[in-house]
């Protein structure tokens, strides 16, 4: 049995209703989720106290294997002060979301669990089957072996394919990261990113690209990215100005921060969202040939480790 819960946005309930399906005909999990999950407060899912107690009663819930946000939007972060690092997950639970959801995976692999950065419920029912196979193959396939560094097309759940080497080389690390606008947002707080020796990874969508130089320079400031280990690009989508791609702001400075680099990582939000293991350990594999391979972010441990 999986949770179902909105501590964000409100959603449509057409996409909601056919995401719910991909969970029961495509993955065979039993969702279940509070009668008020359908509620609205002009931009959230519901008040505070709604959606916080929703997220206590899905995590203490001894018969869910796992906690499924319906939808990312705004409001996620608004709940960090009132939820308890020592119960967060009793007992363990797998946990799925995107884009605003970032808070909450920031949270929880600060505290040592490993979360799937992957599609919102309202999301699943556009997936095409190469991304639900993947999926499918994280969460049920296991943890993969040390030696899928070295295989060039990860099999589905194993790891996934980018588009271009930005920085040849290879680095080894936590996955960590997510939605840029919320990593900078929580800058300045006790819950502000720290990516040394990690492995990050970065997307977002519908911010130009003066916004998003101004969130990486607002994480460099902070100290964020110091000593990161490798850099992973994932979709920024809808980002353009007609003169610049908001991703070429990106490159510029993963660039800079001189690490290896993949581009292209197939995650963020558009419809070929592959998930991916946030606080478990991978590598980032950027070849500066192609009879290395393609560039590639390979998964050392499963969702579940």
């Known amino acids: 049995m999986v949770r179902i819960v909105a501590p964000s946005g409100p959603f449509d309930p057409e996409a909601f209703e056919k995401g719910l399906g991909v969970l029961r005909d495509r993955l065979g999990l039993v969702p279940r989720m509070r009668d008020d999950i359908v509620a609205r407060d002009g931009y959230l899912a519901g008040d505070d106290a709604r959606r916080l107690a929703e997220w206590h009663e899905a995590a203490s819930d001894p018969e869910a294997r796992a906690v499924w946000c319906a939808r990312g939007g705004y409001g996620a972060m608004r709940l960090l002060p009132r939820l308890e690092a020592a119960r967060i997950f009793h007992p363990p639970k797998i946990f799925v979301g995107f884009s605003d959801i970032t808070a909450l995976h920031v949270l929880l692999n600060r505290n040592g669990l490993v979360t799937v950065h992957g599609p919102v419920v309202t999301q699943l029912g556009r997936l095409g089957p190469e991304p639900l196979d993947h999926l499918e193959g994280l969460l049920f396939g296991g943890a993969p072996p040390l030696a899928d560094r070295r295989v060039p097309v990860p099999p589905p759940g194993r790891g996934v394919l980018a588009r271009t080497t930005l920085r040849p080389g290879m680095a080894s690390g936590q996955l960590l990261g997510g939605s840029l606008t919320v990593l900078s947002h929580l800058c300045g707080t ?82 070929d969202n592959y998930a991916m293991p946030l606080g478990s350990m991978v590598t980032v594999v950027a070849p500066a040939q192609p009879e290395d391979g393609p560039p590639r972010l390979t998964f050392e441990q499963g969702a579940t480790t």
């Not at 320079?217 to 353009?240: K, Y």
């Not at 290896?260 to 197939?266: L, N």
């Open 190 to 271: 006790r819950w502000q990113p720290r990516f040394a020796g990690a492995v990050l990874f970065l997307e977002d969508v519908g911010e130009r690209p003066y916004r998003i130089d101004r969130m990486l320079t607002q994480l460099r400031l902070s100290g964020a990215l110091d000593r990161v280990a490798g850099i992973a690009i994932g979709q920024f989508t809808q980002c353009d100005d007609p003169e610049l791609e908001g991703v070429e702001v990106v490159r510029r400075v993963a660039w800079e921060l001189g690490v290896p680099t993949i581009e292209g990582v197939p995650a963020g939000h558009e419809d």
